[in-house]
């Protein structure tokens, strides 16, 4: 298996909602990423977990809240959402690097299309 | 930080053409990546390449670390090759994040 599944394609909330967004991986890797892309901009980093603890929050408001339950899954708790907030959530995975060993890179899911209205 | 720079930003060609996208980054760097992001908004991995070269199929890239720059080289263009090529790096002091380029729009013309 060589994909990250990030559900659900698309979701539309309500500044009041509280929704969650899922990603899963079954390669191994033992980092996993949320990036935030809005329409025409590179996607931007939010947060790394590295073996499954937070390893960096890019000063990502307190309406974003991730959880990593184990090894394979990830999870952006969304509560009290901006219509700015608006964007294409990414959710991507990655090997640990070891020395002189060999890494694949990223690999990315297909995103969450999210809609705050 | 360290910078990432695409160039072109825009590019429309014609099926069939072949066409050349470069990034330029401003440090040394652990990893280069190419990716091509479909219209659903997909980032697809289309080659780790740090340094070197490689190739698979119409698409071959080439990464001179030394000098810092990657090159993405698109041969008999095709619609479906349309879409944003990103170029993303991993900063040499793994700090575990990849900073992405803004992108080169690439349309193809039937």
């Known amino acids: 298996d060589t994909e990250v599944t990030q559900t659900p394609k698309h979701l539309v909330m309500g500044m009041t909602n509280k929704k969650s967004l899922k990603c899963e991986q079954h390669m191994g890797h033992r980092a996993m990423y949320w990036y935030k892309q809005k329409a025409k901009k590179p996607p931007e980093l939010m947060f790394v977990y590295s073996y499954e603890k937070l390893s960096i929050n890019e000063s990502v408001p307190s309406r974003f809240s991730p959880e990593c339950p184990n090894s394979s899954l990830l999870n952006l708790h969304l509560h009290a959402l901006q219509p700015e907030d608006s964007a294409l959530y990414l959710c991507a995975s990655s090997q640990e690097r070891i020395v002189g060993g060999v890494n694949y890179g990223y690999t990315f899911g297909s995103g969450t299309r999210l809609t705050v209205v | 930080g360290i910078q990432v720079e695409q160039s072109p930003p825009d590019l429309i060609l014609q099926e069939g053409a072949n066409s050349t996208l470069r990034c330029n980054f401003s440090?040394?760097?652990?990893?280069l990546q190419w990716f091509h992001q479909n219209p659903w908004g997909q980032l697809i991995n289309l080659f780790y390449?740090?340094?070197g070269t490689k190739q698979n199929g119409r698409l071959s890239a080439t990464t001179v670390a030394t000098e810092r720059y990657s090159l993405l080289y698109i041969s008999s263009s095709q619609t479906t090759d349309s879409g944003v090529y990103f170029c993303?790096?991993?900063?040499?002091?793994?700090?575990?994040?990849?900073?992405f380029g803004k992108g080169t729009r690439l349309h193809i013309l039937p």
């Open positions: 993303a790096v991993e900063p040499g002091n793994r700090d575990d994040k990849i900073i």
């Open positions: 390449i740090p340094s």
């Open positions: 440090d040394s760097v652990n990893n």
